[in-house]
């Protein structure tokens, strides 16, 4: 909405505090507020929640699935949930270290898209990339160790939780560089459409993403080859602590895509459902030799970005609000009421979750860490790589 747009920054909460500073030092401080450039304010409840605005999750009348695909999302978001929370105590306690960015309240990007694909289509995302190779069935101990950095991880504990691989299940990672996977998306998707294999590649980002040039060079080369690439921005609202309000005046992230006359649409992600029916959409269009589709998941993380992040710059009820519209209790409530599965059967598909995930936690803690002659295996492709020295 134009007057969300246009909406004058809040004032600093703490702006008419009294200061109980000595009168120079004050005097000193005004000064130089004044002669300071007007400070980045965090954006108002409201303009936040305009950012991914999604509708509430609601209970279908008639289920649109069968059984089975709602208890495949239940299972796997849940899987996806508890691992996570683990590795977030994990991190804690200093098990984990670097950089640790949890996918808590996105899981239904995911799930959704999991049950509109192939097992050979390929997959790549950011640094915020445990859920998806956990649901498309790398092993959570292979994960966990990589968390750890252990030489048993899927990256052989070479590449941390920002650089989860995994060839066996077509997911080709786990990239820091925000935006840099959008034109490795694309790359993919090309070698598909040369090898005449009729798979497609389904490309995640964040909002952040969508700023950055290689994105709009992609998009453009994507759209003119037709490539069989779906584009996927997950709006969780920030990048680190910046809303997208105040990243560019073009709030409607699926509109960017239309500057390449590339089908977009926005997609209500806390709700799984939708996002499968976009994502089946997308590769019906991919596969038809049609091209590329960019979907706005609007969604929302319940974390900070990292593990470092209090998350101030966003309030206890916005979090609160997408809390009360968890895709997962959705999903859970849609199988009680629906009678697809009764309270102790989910209770079973839980218990053997925590299973599941202790036994990653046990399988870390007891592997080896890469040894020393690793350094510079798996750099380079080339093994005589000319800039390889001793
Ligand atoms: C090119 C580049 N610039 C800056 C950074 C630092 N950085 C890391 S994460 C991030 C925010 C990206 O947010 P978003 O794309 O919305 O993804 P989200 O973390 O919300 O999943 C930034 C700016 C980076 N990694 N790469
Ligand atoms: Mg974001």
């Known amino acids: ?73 239940y299972e796997q978001m849940q899987l996806m ?65 990589e968390l750890f950095a252990k030489a048993t991880g899927c990256s052989k504990g070479k590449g941390g939780s920002m650089h989860i691989f995994d060839k066996n299940v077509n997911f080709i990672g786990g990239h820091g560089i925000v935006g840099g996977q959008v034109p490795l998306g694309a790359g993919i998707a090309f070698a598909e459409k040369y090898n005449k294999t009729g798979n497609l590649c389904i490309c995640y980002m964040g909002d952040g993403a969508v700023r950055q040039g290689a994105l709009h060079e992609a998009f453009n080369m994507a759209m003119l080859w037709k490539l069989p690439v779906i584009f996927v921005v997950e709006n969780n609202g920030y990048a680190m602590g910046t809303s997208v309000q105040r ?80 895709s997962i209790e959705s999903v859970r409530h849609t199988i009680l009421t629906h009678n697809m599965a009764t309270e102790e059967e989910l209770t079973a598909i839980d218990d053997k979750i925590k299973v599941q995930v202790q036994e990653s936690v046990d399988f870390a803690e007891n592997s080896p860490y890469p040894t020393a002659d690793e350094l510079y295996k798996d750099v380079y492709v080339q093994q005589d790589y000319p800039y390889i020295r001793d």
């Not at 008419?16 to 954006?43: C, N, W």
């Not at 808590?104 to 790549?124: M, Y």
């Open 247 to 326: 990243t560019s005046n073009v709030t409607e992230l699926y509109t960017l895509g239309e500057s390449y006359d590339m089908p977009s649409e926005p997609v209500n992600a806390m709700n799984v459902e939708d996002v499968h029916n976009a994502v089946a959409r997308a590769a019906e269009r991919a596969r038809a030799g049609e091209g590329p589709t960019f979907l706005e998941f609007k969604t929302y993380r319940y974390k900070g970005h990292s593990m470092s992040d209090p998350a101030k710059y966003r309030t206890k009820e916005e979090v609160e609000d997408y809390r009360s519209r968890d």
């Open 1 to 73: 909405m134009a007057e969300t747009k246009v909406k004058a920054a809040p004032k600093a909460s703490n702006s008419a505090k009294k200061s109980s500073a000595p009168k120079a030092a004050t005097k000193k401080a005004a000064t130089d507020t004044v002669k300071q450039p007007d400070p980045v304010l965090p954006p108002s409840n409201e303009e936040a929640l305009a950012a991914t605005g999604a509708p509430r999750a609601t209970t279908p009348e008639t289920p649109e699935f069968p059984k089975e695909t709602y208890l495949q999302w």
């Open 81 to 145: 949930r508890k691992f996570e929370e683990k590795a977030g105590q994990l991190y804690g306690q200093q098990k984990i270290k670097g950089f640790c960015h949890l996918y808590i309240g996105q899981e239904a990007c995911v799930a959704g898209a999991v049950s509109a694909l192939t097992k050979d289509d390929k997959w790549i995302t950011a640094y915020r990339d445990h859920a998806h190779p956990l649901a498309l069935g790398t092993s959570p101990n292979a994960i966990m160790a």
